[in-house]
């Protein structure tokens, strides 16, 4: 209880002894410093309860970062007895939880210039429905007509959940036969593990009885909260994935319906209060516990908590890390999300944070990782598909690429079906009168008509990173960003080549499929497993090059972007870097060229995948070239059909990709032929 002494600053504001020392920065300030206000989070918490204006602000921050019910849990539970401990920064006060030295939680607390009011909401999940009511009210009534014209058709979805406002049984309805669109809420959420999401599933044994009606307590808890939410907002069907597809139905089917069922929705509920479906979004919200007020500073600043953006909260979901949520975000004309602590809402209107006041200030300051710095607004690609704006479109999709191969997947078999949705959206800016696509082809996650900016994607760092992770070759192509690991990050070429090219340089020579709608062009796509093509082709390495260690090539500076080549002014060379991936050839008198292995050399423990290159293999490596700086690196294969069998429909020569190259000089390609090849 040593820093729970009360005070009273000249504001006539209560605060601790522990938090005095935040009204007046050190002149030297060290934002690596951390000094303790607290020895455990318990007592910060006593100090709050004693009204400590500083503690209260501080604890409300901790609270709101935490944005699922089991990172609440561990924040009530677990880390009572961490240190508190603050950092001064220019613009804000880092908040820091510690255990033996080491920072367990961090979040901001933010410096103002004025007087923000107090923000106080419910603490109560009875009383939280108040404000997205209005919001939901506001969309539907108010002036917002995009929102509508969002919507991608007047079909039902197969089934939906029925639960009339204070029922507490619902019923499973066939609606594949009506006619007119039922108003329903789709859920988006986490099932966590199949034994924990097996009360909802609907089989061939509980199916009828289902029809005719069982209790909603017997479903894990976030599913109870969705149709309580959905009843509160007027709507008494909700789509739920796993009790809407039964055991037994066509699961290629159902899937390639995602952009119907989240486009058609009313709303679609975005649980980021959960991590399983048993954790349920509607808990005490302990955020709110105490009434809090802007702490004012010897230095003329306040002391406040300001709103957290809605991107930040979306980057930092679990529900996000997850395959199958990212369309379902993207497709959904307008969302609820639900977190721990309070709600946001997204339509084309704008987005709103729950805020318990007219307005709020958003905290501007927030650190983003650089994977994320393209992240658009949910909604941006479906109003750039009803604009037709189709470069608008093309650099979205690049950025759902990137994003998309970050996230998790329980089954690997789903790659492409979890992202069909997004693929049938963008071929409908080339359907015909009879909603045919013409002049555009879906081609293993890559588009025909920018082919040769999207075969230039990179990973930053050859993969895998953990030895049992080898792609899925078998389900896409080697130069399918589709085939690399899950949770991999990789790079599109946002920047289209600095000149323009004309056919002879690069060329698709795959026959174009017959033209059908766009789902079905969608889906025919993901199919693909090799390309035919035409471009400039060389060997990567020369003949008489020799292999070097890579230290004998590191920079002086220490950069891991710069290399010192100059031992070797008039020698052809070659060297690998086996952690990165990293690939380097040298010609005399000329910059050395510097490309990036799909996968780095293997651990010495685990054996290597057959698509690592091996060090005596690294001279047979090819290059293509398929932009005024981008090759893709080779090697020579045979193309194999889907059953393994070996192919006699193409005498072509096949390679299969091993990685790539984006910084070369227009030399380098000056005395290559003109080749046609297959890629597989």
């Known amino acids: 209880m040593a820093h729970c002494k009360m005070n009273t600053n000249r504001y006539m504001q209560k605060q601790c002894d522990g938090c005095w020392k935040i009204n007046t920065p050190p002149r030297n300030l060290d934002e690596s410093q951390a000094i303790k206000t607290h020895d455990t989070l318990s007592e910060l918490e006593r100090c709050a309860l004693k009204g400590c204006v500083s503690c209260r602000v501080i604890r409300r921050a901790l609270w709101l970062s935490h944005l699922t019910w089991q990172e609440a849990q561990k924040l009530s539970q677990d880390y009572q007895s961490f240190l508190v401990a603050i950092q001064f920064r220019q613009s804000t006060l880092r908040v820091l939880l510690a255990r033996e030295g080491a920072a367990v939680v961090r979040t901001t607390v933010s410096y103002t210039d004025g007087n923000i009011g107090d923000v106080s909401l419910s603490r109560s999940p009875d009383n939280i429905y108040a404000e997205a009511i209005s919001w939901y009210k506001d969309c539907n009534i108010s002036s917002h007509s995009e929102c509508f014209h969002l919507k991608w058709s007047n079909r039902n979805p197969a089934n939906l959940v029925h639960a009339a406002e204070g029922s507490a049984n619902y019923r499973l309805i066939d609606t594949s036969q009506t006619k007119h669109l039922r108003e329903y809420a789709a859920l988006s959420y986490q099932w966590g593990n199949t034994e924990a999401n097996r009360p909802a599933k609907t089989t061939r044994e509980n199916r009828e009885q289902r029809r005719r009606g069982s209790p909603i307590a017997e479903l894990p808890q976030t599913i109870q909260d969705a149709i309580r939410i959905a009843q509160k907002l007027g709507l008494e069907y909700v789509w739920v994935d796993t009790m809407c597809i039964p055991s037994g139905a066509d699961w290629n089917h159902e899937a390639s319906r995602m952009h119907e069922i989240y486009g058609n929705a009313r709303i679609t509920l975005c649980a980021c209060a959960s991590e399983v479906s048993t954790d349920g979004m509607l808990h005490e919200r302990e955020a709110w516990k105490f009434k809090s007020e802007t702490c004012q500073l010897d230095n003329h600043r306040f002391l406040a908590n300001l709103d957290m953006p809605l991107n930040e909260m979306r980057i930092r979901s679990p529900l996000f890390s997850r395959g199958w949520t990212l369309q379902e975000e993207r497709l959904s004309p307008r969302i609820l999300y639900i977190c721990g602590q309070r709600m946001f809402w997204s339509c ?194 020369g003949p008489r090059s020799q292999l070097i260690c890579w230290d004998k090539i590191k920079s002086r500076s220490g950069r891991a972007d710069e290399y010192d080549t100059s031992k070797f002014p008039s020698e052809r060379v070659h060297c690998r870097e086996p952690k990165s991936g990293k690939i380097l050839t040298l010609e005399p008198h000329v910059k050395a060229i510097v490309g990036q292995l799909d996968y780095a050399y293997p651990d010495q423990d685990s054996p290597g995948p057959w698509h690592f ?50 910084n070369f000089d227009e030399m380098f390609f000056t005395r290559a032929p003109l080749a046609r090849i297959v890629l597989v």
């Open 348 to 541: 084309c209107g704008g987005q709103r944070t729950e805020l318990g006041r007219a307005s709020g200030t958003a905290r501007r300051e927030y650190e983003i990782p650089e994977e994320d710095a393209n992240l658009r607004d949910p909604q941006q690609f479906l109003k750039d598909r009803y604009h037709r704006k189709a470069e608008e479109m093309h650099e979205q999709w690049l950025d759902i690429v990137m994003a998309y191969t970050r996230r998790g997947m329980h089954d690997s078999d789903d790659r492409f079906r979890a992202i069909s949705g997004l693929a049938a959206q963008y071929l409908t800016l080339y359907c015909d009168e009879d909603n045919k696509v013409v002049g555009q082809e879906y081609l293993a996650g890559l588009w025909r008509t920018t082919m040769a900016q999207e075969l230039a994607w990179s990973m930053p760092e050859g993969e895998p990173k953990r030895p049992d992770d080898l792609g899925l070759f078998h389900r896409a192509p080697s130069w399918s960003w589709v085939s690399v690991p899950l949770e991999s990050t990789i790079v599109m070429q946002h920047t289209t080549n600095a000149k323009p090219w004309d056919e002879k340089n690069f060329q698709v020579l795959q026959e174009g499929a017959p033209a059908e709608d766009a789902l079905s062009t969608a889906k025919r796509g993901a199919l693909v497993k090799s390309l035919e093509v035409q471009g400039h082709l060389r060997h990567f390495i």
């Open 613 to 662: 290159v091996a060090d005596d293999a690294l001279k047979d490596l090819y290059c293509l070239q398929v932009g005024t700086s981008s090759m893709l690196l080779l090697e020579k294969t045979t193309y194999s059909a889907a059953d393994g069998s070996e192919n006699k429909l193409s005498s072509l020569p096949a390679y299969r990709r091993v990685g790539v190259c984006n």
